[in-house]
């Protein structure tokens, strides 16, 4: 069974920084892109950064460019999004997804808060 279990959020002050985790299973991890989306309370989701099935292509998102840096470790079967300088509006609710056989899997998301 295809699973996509995202961790590392919470509670962060302005300036910190975080690193989410993407956790895969139930596929061939390495034949895959994965994607890092947000969502903010009232908006749409919105790309955040993903990441070729080699981990050789990257492309960034307009919202985080340049605080941010996407990677994944073939051992792990895990994606990581780092996100450094944090600002208040960057709180969402962070999923990753992977598109399998033309379709789209999500995972349940980890709740980012940036707040003093």
């Known amino acids: 069974q295809l699973q996509l279990v995202e961790s590392g959020g919470g509670l962060v002050q302005p300036g910190g920084s975080l690193r989410l985790s993407c956790a895969a299973s139930g596929f061939t991890f390495s034949s895959y892109s994965i994607s890092w989306y947000r969502q903010a309370p009232g908006k749409e989701r919105e790309l955040v950064a993903s990441i070729g099935s080699r981990g050789r292509i990257k492309d960034y998102g307009d919202a985080l460019k340049g605080r941010t840096t996407i990677s994944r470790d073939k051992g792990e079967k895990t994606v990581y999004l780092q996100i450094d300088n944090l600002k208040p509006e960057d709180t969402a609710v962070y999923y990753c997804?992977?598109?399998?056989?033309?379709?789209?899997?999500w995972g349940q998301g980890t709740q980012v808060t940036v707040s003093s």
């Open positions: 997804k992977v598109r399998y056989y033309a379709s789209d899997y």
